[in-house]
C-alpha cells in the first residue's frame, strides 16, 4: 500500500531503511521470530481475553503472521482481515477469515476474503485490530506504507466512543526514537515483537 508522493522526505527514507533491514533477515530468525511475536501478543490482556480479532496477512517481508492466526483459530477466535473497501476510496473493511472465507486478490496482489460475498463488521465492535507497521518509536507513533489505509478507516478513534485496542506487529529492529507524527496518525495501544510487547 504505497503512495508516498506528498510525504516529507524524512518519511519516505525511514521507510525504505526500514523496508530493507526487513528483507535482510534470514529464514531461521523469521520462523522463530514468529513463534516470539504470539508470545508478545499474549502479554496483552485485551489480546488474551478478545473475542473478535482483525490480523493481517504477511506481505513484503513483515513479520510473520501466520502461526499467531493458526493459533488464534485454534482458540476458536472471530478472525477478520482488512480488505480494500470498493467503494470508499482509501478505506479498510474488516471481513470475517476463516477456512471457508472465499478468497480474492487485491491491487496490491495480498490476497483478501471476497468484499460481495461476506459482511463486513464495522472496526468498533472488534475488540483488538492487529495491524502492520513499516516502522514505530517509543510514545506508539506507527509509520505505514504510507497509504493511510489504517489512518483514514480508524479516524473515528478521535471522537470517544467505543473502540478497538490498537496492536501493531513488527520486528523489534523497526523500532526507532521517535517518529514524525501526524494529526491524523491514530496512535497504537501496544506493539508485539518477537521480544517483548511495548505497551503505551
Ligand atoms: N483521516 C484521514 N482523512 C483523510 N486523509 C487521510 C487521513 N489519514 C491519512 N490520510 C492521508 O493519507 C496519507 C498517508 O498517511 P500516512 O503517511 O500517515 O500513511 P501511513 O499511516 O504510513 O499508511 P497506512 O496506514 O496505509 O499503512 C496522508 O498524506 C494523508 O493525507
Ligand atoms: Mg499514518
Not at 510473520?64 to 493458526?70: E, L, V, Y
Not at 467503494?87 to 460481495?116: C, Q, V, W
Request: aromatic content about 8%; glycine content about 6%; some cysteine.
Amino acid at each position: 500500500m504505497t503512495a508516498e508522493k506528498t510525504d516529507i522526505p524524512g518519511k519516505v527514507q525511514i521507510r525504505r531503511q526500514m523496508r530493507s533491514a526487513r528483507r535482510n533477515l534470514s529464514r531461521s530468525f523469521r520462523r522463530q521470530a514468529s513463534i516470539g511475536l504470539l508470545r508478545s501478543l499474549d502479554q496483552s490482556p485485551q489480546f488474551r481475553s478478545a473475542r473478535r480479532i482483525a490480523v493481517y496477512l504477511t506481505n513484503d517481508s513483515e513479520i510473520d503472521t501466520s502461526f499467531f492466526i493458526r493459533t488464534l483459530q485454534k482458540r476458536n477466535k472471530t478472525l477478520l482481515l482488512p480488505v480494500l473497501h470498493p467503494l470508499r476510496k482509501g478505506h479498510l473493511s474488516f471481513l470475517p477469515y476463516h477456512s471457508g472465507s472465499p478468497m480474492t486478490t487485491n491491487r496490491f496482489g495480498i490476497a483478501e476474503p471476497d468484499f460481495r460475498r461476506l459482511k463486513a463488521v464495522p472496526a468498533s465492535f472488534i475488540s483488538v485490530i492487529c495491524m502492520p507497521l513499516v516502522a514505530f518509536d517509543e510514545s506508539g507513533n506507527r509509520l505505514g506504507m504510507g497509504g493511510g489505509f489504517y489512518d483514514r478507516t480508524l479516524a473515528f478513534m478521535h471522537r470517544p466512543g467505543q473502540r478497538p485496542s490498537l496492536i501493531g506487529c513488527a520486528y523489534e529492529l523497526q523500532k526507532m526514537p521517535a517518529l514524525p507524527a501526524e494529526p491524523w496518525d491514530i496512535p497504537l495501544n501496544a506493539i508485539a515483537t518477537e521480544q517483548k510487547l511495548h505497551r503505551f
